[in-house]
């Protein structure tokens, strides 16, 4: 049986830091310049703002989530694509909000770019064949 790349490993670790609230954690996975695709509109973000750069901006919209959302978990399904800098993964987005009365589950694909060993650049897709496109047009 095949073993993890050390990149796809890196993200398994921040994706379960961040499900257990755990922001230090996970972003020490990221690269300091990260750069954050927003996956899909949700209450109490900002309308016109989709990518978040940086260690501190990606900390103040995961902060802004976790304060209305009692539980947000990210786990990937399924590894479409593991290459040294590159990860194309299906994963599944699962929240409650109390607050709002409100349950959310959803698949969201994800291309992943690593860099130095940490998470580089992350944008959501809504299919397979989007994030399989996007992974072949940065190659």
Same mark, same amino acid.
């Given at each position: 049986?095949?073993?993890?790349?050390?990149?796809?490993?890196?993200?398994?670790?921040?994706?379960?830091?961040?499900?257990? &609230?755990? =922001?230090? $954690? *996970? !972003?020490? %996975?990221?690269?300091?310049?990260?750069?954050?695709? +927003?996956?899909?509109?949700?209450? #109490?973000?900002?309308?016109?703002?989709?990518?978040?750069?940086?260690?501190?901006?990606? &900390?103040? =919209?995961? $902060? *802004? !989530?976790? %304060?209305?959302?009692?539980?947000?978990?990210?786990? +990937?399904?399924?590894?479409?694509? #593991?290459?040294?800098?590159?990860?194309?993964?299906?994963?599944?987005?699962?929240?409650?909000?109390?607050?709002?009365?409100?349950?959310? %589950?959803?698949?969201?694909?994800?291309?992943?770019? +690593?860099?130095?060993?940490?998470?580089?650049?992350?944008?959501?897709?809504?299919?397979?064949?989007?994030?399989?496109?996007?992974?072949?047009?940065?190659?």
């Amino acid at each position: 049986m095949p073993t993890e790349s050390e990149s796809l490993e890196l993200v398994r670790r921040g994706f379960d830091a961040f499900s257990r &609230r755990d =922001l230090d $954690e *996970s !972003l020490a %996975e990221m690269h300091p310049e990260i750069e954050w695709h +927003v996956a899909f509109r949700m209450p #109490d973000l900002p309308p016109d703002k989709d990518i978040y750069r940086g260690r501190q901006e990606v &900390r103040e =919209l995961w $902060e *802004s !989530l976790l %304060e209305v959302w009692d539980s947000l978990t990210i786990e +990937v399904e399924e590894v479409l694509e #593991d290459r040294d800098h590159l990860l194309v993964l299906r994963t599944r987005f699962t929240g409650r909000s109390t607050r709002h009365g409100v349950d959310i %589950e959803r698949v969201v694909y994800y291309v992943m770019e +690593v860099q130095e060993r940490t998470l580089r650049r992350v944008r959501p897709f809504e299919s397979r064949a989007e994030a399989l496109e996007a992974a072949r047009v940065d190659d």
